[in-house]
């Protein structure tokens, strides 16, 4: 299943962004979705997750205390809210889903293969 992922753009250090991601004729609202990043060169990264119910996140250090991902269940979508942009969040992001979960660990979270159903990706661009 296609997720579509939106809302990237260009912004300066230190703006914010938010981008959304939905499934138009699914529901992933008893799954964990996780957005992930991909710069050029580099492997796809973990940028956070989010439990069925929205009370569980998990984020890696790089991105605490200035990303955060939510969901709306009514709306069968997810969010990232990014602030304190820096140029090296500049990647393409994805969001996507994990069909077998609906907890948060983060051993699995954090890894890209536990994830079933990927968006096609937007990208962030951070100017200094």
């Known amino acids: 299943v296609q997720l579509q992922a939106s809302g990237g753009g260009l912004v300066q250090a230190g703006g914010s962004l938010r981008l959304s991601c939905s499934a138009p004729g699914r529901s992933f609202n008893n799954n964990v979705m996780g957005w992930f990043r991909q710069a050029p060169g580099k492997e796809r990264e973990f940028v956070a997750a989010?439990?069925?119910?929205?009370?569980?996140?998990y984020y890696p250090d790089s991105v605490k205390g200035r990303f955060t991902v939510s969901r709306d269940n009514a709306k069968n979508t997810i969010y990232l809210q990014m602030n304190s942009l820096k140029p090296e969040d500049t990647a393409v992001y994805y969001c996507?889903?994990?069909?077998?979960?609906?907890?948060?660990?983060?051993?699995?979270?954090?890894?890209?293969?536990?994830?079933?159903?990927w968006g096609q990706g937007t990208l962030v661009t951070v100017s200094s």
């Open positions: 989010i439990n069925w119910s929205g009370v569980s996140t």
């Open positions: 996507a889903a994990d069909r077998a979960r609906s907890t948060v660990i983060g051993l699995f979270a954090r890894r890209p293969s536990s994830y079933d159903d």
